[in-house]
C-alpha cells in the first residue's frame, strides 16, 4: 500500500527560533521518521515575498535553512527537500485555482492576513492570495496530510474546500488533505506570553543559533508572575505555563515532574535550569548546522536534487489539470 504524501514549507526570512524548532522542526523529523509518510519539505521562498523581504540576504537565508532542516535531522534519503520556486508550475496551479475556483469573500475571511496587516505589514495581493498559493504548493503532490500549527488551520480548511470545488467542477483530480494532529507546543514570546514567539522581536525570542550566553540573559528576563514558585495553570498564568513547556519540550520531562521539582525554589532557580536545559538541547544542532554550512555547494545539490524528484510530480498533476480545465 502507497505511503500517504505529506507536504510542509518553511519561508527562509530570518533566524528560526526555539517556537519554530519545537513547533515546526522537530515535528518533521518525527513524522518523517516514523516511516508512515513519503515526507517533502520545502524552503517557501515564494511565500517569503510577501513578508520583510530582502534580496541581499535571500541566496544566504536559503541555504542557511537548508542547514538548519538537516542538523535538525531531516534526511535527504528519507525526505524529499527542495526550494518551492525550483517547482515554478506551482505558480501555474496557483493562478487556476485563482480564477477559477477561490472566491474574493474566502480570502477576505482569513484570520492571518488580517492580523498581519494589523501588525504593520504592508497588504500587498501576495500576501492576500497567500492561502492560494499555500493551497497549490499542497494540491500539486495529491498530499494527504499536512502538518500545520493552529494558525495555518483555517488555510488547510480553505484547501480543502478548493480541492473539493475543483473535483465538484472538474472531475476527481485532488485528494482532500488531512492536518497531522500532533502534540508540538504553540510557543510563545519570553517578554510577552500573549502572543506567539517571533523572529522580528529578538528580545522575545531565543533563535536557534544563540550562545550559551546570550540564551541564559533572555532566559533570565523572560516574563513570570507574581506569584511564590513555579505552577502550571495556562489560564491564570501564562507566562510561566509557557516556560514550563519550553522546559518539557527541551528535556522530555512532563510538566508535572518539572513542577514538582521546583516546588519551594525560587524563579531564578528554574531560569537557570531552564537556561541550562534549551543550551544543552541545542548544542548538537548547532555543531551539526556549523558543519553543514562549510559545504553549501552539497547543500544546493541535496535541494537541486529534491526539486528533481518534486517538478515530475508538478509535472504531472499539471498535465492532468490543463487537460480537465481545457488549457490545452
Known amino acids: 500500500m502507497a505511503r500517504s504524501i505529506l507536504i510542509s514549507g518553511i519561508?527562509?526570512?530570518?533566524?528560526l527560533h526555539i517556537g519554530n524548532y519545537l513547533g515546526a522542526l522537530k515535528n518533521f523529523v518525527e513524522l518523517q521518521n516514523s516511516g508512515k509518510y513519503e515526507c517533502y519539505f520545502f524552503i517557501a521562498d515564494y511565500h517569503s515575498l510577501t513578508g520583510d523581504f530582502d534580496e541581499r540576504k535571500q541566496s544566504e537565508?536559503?541555504?542557511?535553512?537548508?542547514?538548519?532542516?538537516?542538523?535538525?535531522?531531516?534526511?535527504?534519503?528519507?525526505?524529499?527537500?527542495?526550494?518551492?520556486?525550483?517547482?515554478?508550475?506551482?505558480?501555474?496551479?496557483?493562478?487556476?485555482?485563482?480564477?477559477?475556483?477561490?472566491?474574493?469573500?474566502?480570502?477576505?475571511?482569513?484570520?492571518?492576513?488580517?492580523?498581519?496587516?494589523?501588525?504593520?505589514?504592508?497588504?500587498?495581493?501576495?500576501?492576500?492570495?497567500?492561502?492560494?498559493?499555500m493551497a497549490a504548493d499542497i494540491l500539486i503532490y495529491k498530499a494527504g496530510v499536512v502538518p500545520v500549527g493552529e494558525d495555518q488551520r483555517q488555510h488547510l480548511e480553505l484547501t480543502r474546500a478548493i480541492a473539493r470545488n475543483f473535483n465538484a467542477r472538474?472531475?476527481?483530480?485532488?485528494?482532500?488533505?488531512?492536518?497531522?494532529?500532533?502534540?508540538?507546543?504553540?510557543?510563545?514570546?519570553?517578554?510577552?506570553?500573549?502572543?506567539?514567539?517571533?523572529k522580528s522581536i529578538a528580545s522575545g525570542c531565543i533563535y536557534l543559533t544563540d550562545t550559551p550566553d546570550e540564551i541564559r540573559a533572555k532566559v533570565a528576563r523572560a516574563q513570570t508572575d507574581s506569584m511564590s514558585e513555579v505552577g502550571y495553570d495556562p489560564e491564570k498564568r501564562p507566562a510561566i505555563a509557557n516556560l514550563l513547556r519550553i522546559y518539557s519540550e527541551f528535556s522530555g520531562k512532563?510538566?508535572?515532574?518539572?513542577?514538582?521539582?521546583?516546588?519551594?525554589?525560587?524563579?531564578?532557580?528554574?531560569?537557570?535550569?531552564?537556561?541550562?536545559?534549551?543550551?544543552?538541547?541545542?548544542?548538537?544542532?548547532?555543531?551539526?548546522?556549523?558543519?553543514?554550512?562549510?559545504?553549501?555547494?552539497?547543500?544546493?545539490?541535496?535541494?537541486?536534487?529534491?526539486?528533481?524528484?518534486?517538478?515530475?510530480?508538478?509535472?504531472?498533476?499539471?498535465?492532468?489539470?490543463?487537460?480537465?480545465?481545457?488549457?490545452?
Open 170 to 198: 472538474f472531475g476527481e483530480t485532488f485528494p482532500e488533505p488531512k492536518a497531522a494532529h500532533t502534540s508540538a507546543p504553540r510557543v510563545m514570546s519570553l517578554d510577552d506570553a500573549s502572543r506567539k514567539m517571533s
Open 61 to 133: 537565508q536559503t541555504i542557511d535553512l537548508a542547514a538548519s532542516f538537516m542538523a535538525a535531522g531531516l534526511d535527504a534519503k528519507k525526505s524529499t527537500l527542495f526550494i518551492q520556486s525550483e517547482v515554478p508550475r506551482t505558480i501555474e496551479l496557483s493562478l487556476i485555482l485563482s480564477s477559477l475556483i477561490t472566491a474574493m469573500g474566502d480570502l477576505e475571511r482569513m484570520v492571518e492576513y488580517k492580523e498581519k496587516v494589523a501588525d504593520g505589514q504592508t497588504p500587498n495581493a501576495g500576501l492576500f492570495n497567500y492561502p492560494v498559493l
Open 254 to 328: 512532563p510538566i508535572e515532574t518539572i513542577v514538582a521539582e521546583f516546588k519551594g525554589k525560587k524563579y531564578v532557580e528554574f531560569k537557570t535550569a531552564l537556561a541550562e536545559v534549551i543550551i544543552a538541547a541545542l548544542i548538537p544542532f548547532q555543531e551539526k548546522r556549523a558543519e553543514l554550512l562549510k559545504n553549501p555547494k552539497k547543500l544546493a545539490s541535496i535541494l537541486a536534487s529534491g526539486a528533481k524528484k518534486a517538478s515530475k510530480i508538478a509535472e504531472a498533476t499539471m498535465k492532468e489539470v490543463r487537460e480537465k480545465t481545457g488549457l490545452i
Open 11 to 15: 519561508q527562509p526570512s530570518g533566524r
